[in-house]
């Protein structure tokens, strides 16, 4: 058993039918015994909308209530995900940065 980290752009979580093929490729690892860990962007164009809809309301934004607005992308796609996943019988959970602290050498 090894563990893996797999990573998945906004293109290739860009609509409803990728996030079932990102969901069936996450089983395959997971059924070979493999503990899987799954990173996920925004879906394609999400990032650009939601940076654009801060920019219209507030050109001098906070930059805390920007995060909190663009960081809302990966958190529908990783849900959305954990629910496909759920739904093809792999147990999964979506979790937020804040939940799992990772530490860099960065």
């Not at 906004?10 to 069936?24: D, F, H, K, P, Y």
């Not at 962007?41 to 809809?53: H, P, Q, R």
């Not at 019988?89 to 050498?105: D, E, H, I």
């Amino acid at each position: 058993m090894s563990r893996i980290v797999m990573k998945f752009g906004g293109t290739s979580v860009a609509n409803l039918e990728c996030i079932r093929n990102v969901a069936l490729r996450v089983k395959k690892e997971v059924d070979q015994g493999n503990q899987v860990s799954v990173f996920v962007s925004a879906m394609a164009g999400t990032t650009d909308k939601l940076v654009g809809w801060v920019e219209e309301i507030s050109p001098l934004h906070d930059a805390r209530e920007y995060d909190t607005v663009v960081s809302a992308g990966e958190q529908i796609t990783s849900g959305l995900l954990a629910l496909a996943l759920q739904d093809i019988g792999v147990p999964a959970r979506s979790w937020l940065g804040w939940q799992v602290p990772f530490k860099t050498n960065q």
